[in-house]
């Protein structure tokens, strides 16, 4: 039985296959097509980059004397496939 992010990772798996299809077929394509191959590749590769945000509000219900009534937490995260 596949595992909860066995779809994930095949979707990872056939973008990288798809990049390393094109690297493959490069050396054998005209010069003027090779920029737009290029910009394929790179466009496949930032599929392959995920980003994480989270934005939270806290609202403190007790407080020193001059403590923070709210707290605001923001969290950017890059996450790699491997």
């Known amino acids: 039985m596949p595992g909860p992010c066995q779809r ?3 979707e990872v798996d056939n973008i990288e296959q798809e990049i390393q299809d094109l690297l493959d077929a490069l050396p054998e394509l005209p010069p003027a097509a090779r920029a737009a191959v ?3 590749i790179a466009r496949l ?3 392959l980059r995920a980003l994480n945000t989270q934005l939270q509000a ?5 407080t020193p004397d001059f403590g923070p009534n709210w707290q605001l937490r923001f969290q ?4 790699f496939p491997r």
């Open 8 to 10: 994930l990772q095949d």
């Open 38 to 40: 290029m910009r394929q």
């Open 45 to 47: 590769r930032l599929q």
């Open 58 to 62: 806290f609202y403190n219900a007790a």
């Open 76 to 79: 950017l995260q890059f996450l």
